[in-house]
């Protein structure tokens, strides 16, 4: 199996794999800086779950202390031609695409150039939704904070409606991003993929991230897979905010990097991207753009992503242990190996 950065003496402030009962969570003795455990232990453990869950191909990353601390990119980019996963591999971000997006909408309400809470239809009238003069409650906060009232995605072949009334409850909607990055676009009058490259790719340096195919992403781009089935990838050609997203775990470990540490700064952009909105259930809070809840390790920031099964993603960050983890696959097996990567961590039961 290959993996890059290989260097067996290098030992990296990082998590074990285990502890006996009764002593502090992994993450807190990272935090504290009491505990150096080799690379070694943390392959061990992705390798195991690889073979387990049967992933196709990993791009992960782990964070501590504002830097990468472990990186892996290993498996196949395509099993049907064998192609290798190396660290140019790129995988589709799906969802984890919106809170790029919501990061940079939040840039342009602090520069004056956008208003979260005016109507989007007096940005941009959105002729699927004009049948219904409920769209015009819709602001960018219900979007951010998904209370649209809109599905995720309409049914195929029909009309855009709505599912509830807008403002009223949660309603996970990749439709309300789209109708967002419509009147992003039109009320700046620049195009969507320029918005997200000036606002957040470019400050950051993610070389490696695209929101529309190029050379380079036709170049380095993974295949999708279903159940250890090719099904294939969205060629695109126009930025989606919603899901469109071209990228790899090291390159946006930059933008986790940079939430994480803008997490202790009052008035950042991430402190009002993480403006609690609504509960999605007991424990997990919908903000503008992140996800929220209270965990044995403190609170956790976090977002995940699913492109038809076959490209899966998820990120997350505690804010307390100044820690955290993001990976991309090009399978269906993330919501498990985020679980599993998540306990190894913090050593949650």
Same mark, same amino acid.
């Given at each position: 199996m290959k993996t890059t950065g290989k260097t067996s003496s290098v030992l990296l402030i990082l998590l074990v794999t285990c502890l006996t009962a009764g002593r502090a969570s992994l993450a807190q003795e990272m935090h504290q800086g009491n505990l150096e455990v080799s690379k070694r232990a943390l392959d061990r453990f992705i390798m195991s779950e690889i073979d387990s869950l049967q992933i196709t191909g990993l791009s992960v990353a782990v964070i501590a202390k504002g830097r990468v601390v472990y990186y892996m990119c290993t498996g196949e980019k395509n099993i049907e031609t064998h192609e290798k996963v190396d660290k140019r591999t790129l995988f589709e971000a799906a969802s984890m695409t919106k809170p790029v997006f919501a990061y940079a909408v939040h840039k342009l309400a602090a520069e004056g150039r956008f208003d979260i809470d005016t109507p989007l239809f007096r940005y941009a009238p959105y002729e699927d939704l004009e049948y219904d003069d409920r769209y015009r409650m819709i602001t960018g906060r219900m979007v951010l904070g998904h209370t649209t009232g809109l599905p995720n995605w309409r049914p195929k072949g029909e009309k855009l409606a709505f599912n509830a009334e807008p403002g009223s409850r949660y309603i996970y909607s990749g439709e309300g991003y789209e109708f967002l990055g419509y009147a992003v676009s039109r009320h700046t009058g620049e195009d969507l993929n320029d918005i997200v490259r000036e606002e957040v790719l470019k400050p950051l340096g993610m070389k490696h991230s695209f929101m529309t195919d190029n050379d380079y992403v036709t170049e380095n781009m993974s295949t999708g897979h279903t159940d250890n089935k090719v099904s294939g990838r969205k060629i695109l050609d126009r930025a989606y905010v919603a899901y469109g997203l071209r990228t790899e775990a090291r390159d946006y470990a930059?933008?986790?990097?940079?939430?994480?540490?803008?997490?202790?700064?009052?008035?950042?952009?991430?402190?009002?991207?993480?403006?609690?909105?609504?509960?999605?259930?007991?424990?997990?809070?919908?903000?503008?753009?992140?996800?929220?809840?209270?965990?044995?390790?403190?609170?956790? #920031?976090?977002?995940?992503?699913?492109?038809?099964?076959?490209?899966?993603?998820?990120?997350?960050? #505690?804010?307390?242990?100044?820690?955290?983890?993001?990976?991309?696959m090009n399978c269906n097996r993330g919501v498990e190996f985020a679980r599993r990567l998540n306990d190894f961590l913090l050593n949650e039961k």
């Open positions: 930059k933008f986790v990097i940079e939430l994480m540490r803008e997490s202790r700064v009052p008035g950042s952009t991430f402190s009002r991207m993480a403006t609690p909105h609504t509960d999605i259930d007991d424990s997990v809070i919908s903000c503008l753009g992140i996800r929220s809840q209270q965990t044995t390790g403190g609170v956790k #920031y976090f977002h995940s992503g699913n492109n038809g099964n076959r490209f899966q993603s998820h990120f997350a960050f #505690y804010k307390d242990l100044d820690m955290g983890f993001v990976f991309f």
